[in-house]
């Protein structure tokens, strides 16, 4: 069956601590648990997308060693596509190093590994799979250059282009924005996008003003428990979050927008489709770790 949605992005082993607290620079800190799931923004995404219902190709790099094939093994058992999830020979898989505390927190350190090799190149040898999707989704734990040949390609194609920037260190290139349908960042990333400090509502809503002036379609900034806020040239509209006990929101925000995308690709509204991937998310931070804490569309109501 062709793909619904296509990823063009990371895969990550996670190596993941919990501890109290995050430790401060300097500091060697005692830790509670240790775990080692899949993950990596792309593959998180895609594999929320399969969970909650859609059809999804992976275009991605691991790399030559037991946790690339770990990597690939478990987008497979999720019935995701895998032609395009290629073997770097000679470097690593993209590893991510997290510690969680005490109150869901965390921060996270990435080494690209084969992530850091994938090339516009590679993905253009799929453009098949580009041409039969109808949404495509991209992240920042990729090489720029290949984001924006992925976001220009899915313009030209007249496809739904989604671009979750993250991890985002400053303003995104100007020649991207106009290829973008929908540009998802956290309250951080909207901020660092856009120089527009973001602490509320008001302020997430300038920024993503900003951000559609600039030529983007329509902006959805996601503010944890205070929900999402998106906005277009006609106005902006606030979806509030479930209420939930939180244990680890990594990957909160990638089964945000893989729900969203599912939803989007089953025939949901727009607001619908928000509205599902936020219920998504709810649920995927009760739970710990990154791909183990994705729900399946049965768990929802
Ligand atoms: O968004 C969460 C992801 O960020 C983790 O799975 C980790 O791999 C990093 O890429």
């Given at each position: 069956?062709?793909?619904?949605?296509?990823?063009?992005?990371?895969?990550?082993?996670?190596?993941v601590?919990?501890?109290?607290?995050?430790p401060?620079?300097?500091?060697?800190l005692?830790?509670?648990?240790f775990?080692?799931?899949?993950g990596g923004?792309?593959?998180?995404?895609a594999?929320a997308?399969?969970r909650?219902?859609?059809?999804?190709?992976?275009?991605?790099?691991?790399?030559?060693?037991?946790?690339?094939?770990?990597?690939r093994?478990?987008?497979e058992?999720?019935?995701?596509?895998?032609?395009a999830?290629?073997?770097?020979?000679?470097?690593s898989?993209?590893?991510?190093?997290?510690?969680?505390?005490?109150?869901s927190?965390?921060?996270?350190v990435?080494?690209?590994?084969?992530n850091?090799?994938?090339?516009?190149?590679?993905?253009?040898?799929?453009?098949?799979?580009?041409?039969?999707?109808?949404?495509?989704?991209?992240?920042?734990?990729v090489p720029?250059?290949?984001?924006?040949?992925?976001?220009?390609?899915?313009?030209e194609?007249g496809?739904?282009?989604?671009?979750?920037?993250?991890?985002?260190?400053?303003?995104?290139?100007?020649?991207?924005?106009?290829h973008?349908?929908?540009?998802?960042?956290?309250?951080?990333?909207a901020?660092?996008?856009?120089?527009?400090?973001?602490?509320?509502?008001?302020?997430a809503r300038?920024?993503?003003?900003r951000?559609?002036?600039?030529?983007?379609r329509?902006?959805?900034?996601t503010?944890?428990?205070?929900?999402?806020?998106?906005?277009?040239?006609?106005?902006?509209?606030?979806?509030?979050a479930?209420?939930?006990k939180?244990?680890?929101?990594?990957?909160?925000?990638?089964?945000?927008?893989?729900?969203f995308a599912?939803?989007?690709?089953?025939?949901l509204?727009?607001?619908?489709?928000?509205?599902?991937?936020?219920?998504?998310?709810?649920?995927?931070v009760?739970?710990?770790?990154?791909?183990?804490?994705?729900?399946?569309?049965?768990?929802?109501?």
């Amino acid at each position: 069956m062709k793909a619904k949605v296509v990823v063009v992005g990371s895969l990550n082993m996670d190596l993941v601590a919990r501890a109290e607290r995050l430790p401060r620079p300097g500091e060697t800190l005692a830790g509670e648990t240790f775990f080692t799931v899949p993950g990596g923004k792309g593959a998180n995404q895609a594999v929320a997308v399969a969970r909650l219902g859609g059809t999804v190709a992976m275009v991605g790099n691991v790399g030559d060693d037991a946790y690339g094939q770990q990597l690939r093994q478990a987008l497979e058992v999720e019935g995701i596509d895998c032609q395009a999830v290629k073997v770097c020979e000679g470097v690593s898989s993209g590893v991510a190093l997290i510690t969680v505390d005490a109150a869901s927190q965390n921060c996270i350190v990435i080494i690209p590994g084969g992530n850091g090799l994938l090339t516009p190149q590679a993905v253009q040898q799929f453009d098949g799979l580009l041409q039969a999707a109808e949404v495509i989704i991209c992240q920042l734990e990729v090489p720029a250059d290949t984001v924006a040949w992925t976001l220009a390609r899915g313009r030209e194609l007249g496809k739904t282009v989604i671009l979750n920037p993250a991890p985002a260190t400053g303003p995104l290139p100007t020649q991207w924005l106009a290829h973008i349908d929908y540009l998802a960042p956290n309250e951080s990333e909207a901020q660092a996008l856009t120089g527009v400090p973001v602490s509320d509502l008001d302020s997430a809503r300038r920024a993503g003003e900003r951000l559609v002036q600039l030529g983007v379609r329509k902006v959805i900034i996601t503010l944890g428990a205070h929900g999402a806020l998106l906005v277009c040239a006609q106005g902006s509209r606030h979806f509030p979050a479930p209420k939930v006990k939180a244990l680890d929101t990594t990957a909160a925000g990638d089964t945000f927008i893989g729900g969203f995308a599912a939803a989007l690709v089953r025939g949901l509204t727009e607001d619908a489709a928000i509205a599902f991937g936020q219920r998504a998310a709810a649920l995927s931070v009760t739970r710990a770790g990154a791909q183990p804490s994705i729900p399946y569309l049965k768990e929802l109501p």
